[in-house]
């Protein structure tokens, strides 16, 4: 196997310094952004950087013309929702030369990793390697998301060229070791490979003897693979029992902890742009409620593991009241708000019976439940809360099913923010915008004409935000809607 190397080159986005944390946030979002690579000043010293990106968006060329890596970049920022900064960014090739950031000087850490791994197996088998595989390791866009002490590789790894072949054959009962290396190449101890979050999961309740399958609401990650390390077993119940026996990863976002059992509940890092927007909102400041963050309250519908409720509360709102379903996802929920010294109360069935539960000192309020009983829940302890300003939507594809509720949730005397998240196609964004905003407009006249309080909302889209690409013209959408009470009209 030949080990001559060529020098490497690759394609960076040009930026300016104030965009690089946005963009790279962004890139990171579609696995674009090169870590293997340092991000760094332009040599011009002008106030611009340069964000590596992988070979997954574009393989280097040296024919590129300025136009096709201009056509490349446009088409970039597209899919990472930032089209807008198209006259702000260019594309251009350079040599990676000490541009690294880790391993050795010409290879990332998961290439590096595959090269060790290559170099220690029998020399029996190394002969019989293709003699440009060491040039394969070094071309290939070698991606992984990392959660010390755990690592997640994609489906893509070794999975297209002359790996399928070579791990079916020659390299089949050496496998275990590459994984070994790699784990120690990061200092982890457990690793897996990711997969899409199947649309629909087996019915273990049915009693048929033929196999049922029913929506998976849970969004399990079924079709994650452990590799590595010891996760625990597969189909456990979710008890206190069985939550000691299973392996849980944490990673630190914001500076906000968030945890999950791998196994059983899934961690979407994609969301990380739509929770800095949350931290950073105008709606959660003091101008715009009319008094503190701390005297506020905010609802999430589908909490999770706190995707987006740790957010409100980093934010600084006194109470957040949350709605969660999967025991895993509230274990790790609880596990999360405890990491971030934050009181939480999980409200079971057990609690089910009283009316008042969720009115104490606790900052974060989880409700182990349909998020249908939200409305009857707040109603029963709305004179005891803080005024409910904020109301999260946060369920793909479409979290249309909850948004009656957000309406009937919102203070009715102050008003507040509804963030409806929506999958929509590409090409008819706008028009499912304003479907939305009227949606919402026509919920809320409903609303009004049955309270006792009557009164009239100005409704209104207040900003569209695009988080990520959820499939090819599939993109995850919030809307913020802002519903406003008007002031009574005066009798003629």
Known sequence: MSNIQTERRAVFLDAPRHLVKLIKVSLETQDYLDKSVKITKTPQTDGRCLLPLTQLVKPTNDTDTDAQLNLMKDKVLEEINLPHL?????ATVRSLGNLFDRGSQSQ??????VCQWLALLPKSIISGLPSDLHATVMTSPWTYALYKPLIILPTSF??????????DGPLKDHILSLYGIICDSFRVTHMAMDGPIPIHVIDNCSKSISTKTEPNTMRLPSNLRPLYGDFGPQGLQPDK?????????????????QTWAPLYTMFSRGNIREKTRLLNLKSLTANSLGKNVQES???DLYAGIGYFAFCYAKAGVSKVLCWELSRWSVEGFRRGAKSNKW????????????????VGEERLV??????????????????????IRHVNCGYLPSSQGSWRSAVQILDSRKGGWIHAHENIAAEGIQRRTEEITEIFRSLASEQNSQASDSRNFDV???????????????IHCVVDVALMPLPPQTPP
């Open 460 to 474: 209104r889209c207040e900003h569209f935000e695009r988080v990520k690409t959820y499939a090819p013209g599939i």
């Open 241 to 257: 029992s069985n939550f000691e026996k299973v392996f849980w990863a944490s990673t630190i976002q914001n500076g906000i902890y």
């Open 366 to 387: 989880l409700y182990q439940e349909t998020n249908e009983k939200a409305t009857a829940r707040i109603k029963e302890i709305r004179n005891h809360i803080p005024p």
């Open 343 to 358: 009181e939480v109360k999980i409200i079971g069935d057990k609690d089910a019976e009283d009316p008042h539960i969720g």
């Open 86 to 90: 198209k006259t702000e960014i260019f």
């Open 108 to 113: 990332s850490m998961l290439a590096h990793a």
């Open 158 to 167: 070794l999975a297209s060229g002359p790996w399928p072949n070579l791990l």
């Open 297 to 299: 309250t905010a609802v």
